[in-house]
């Protein structure tokens, strides 16, 4: 049974840091790409893709947050991390992380809100 759990949202002001954490279970974590997607307030049927790396250690961020958030992995762990930089008010969302492509299984995510 897959399980994914994010942590590490919470409330920040712009130019803020946070990172989030997803533990992932039920998968052979080392072997899958993995990535973060967000969830706009308002946009309850679109989830962006902000990062994902590959199993290899390849990245690749949308150009909404290149230069700003980094994407890692720690196979020991079975986690992906998210650090996320310089934050700007239209970062707010909630943070999911999945496969790439997604499962249809989704996480309860965590909520990042950026104020202005």
């Known amino acids: 049974q897959v399980q994914l759990v994010e942590s590490g949202g919470g409330l920040v002001q712009a130019g803020g840091s946070l990172r989030l954490s997803c533990a992932a279970s039920?998968?052979?974590?080392?072997?899958?790409?993995m990535g973060w997607y967000r969830q706009a307030p308002g946009k309850q049927r679109e989830r962006e893709l902000v990062?994902?790396?590959?199993?290899?250690?390849?990245?690749n961020y949308a150009g909404s947050v290149k230069g700003r958030f980094t994407i890692s992995r720690d196979n020991a762990k079975n986690t992906v991390y998210l650090q996320m930089n310089s934050l700007k008010p239209e970062d707010t969302a909630v943070y999911y992380c999945?496969?790439?492509?997604?499962?249809?299984?989704w996480g309860q995510g965590t909520q990042v809100t950026v104020s202005s």
């Open positions: 990062a994902h790396i590959t199993n290899t250690g390849n990245t």
């Open positions: 039920g998968i052979i974590f080392s072997l899958n790409t």
């Open positions: 999945n496969n790439l492509p997604p499962r249809e299984y």
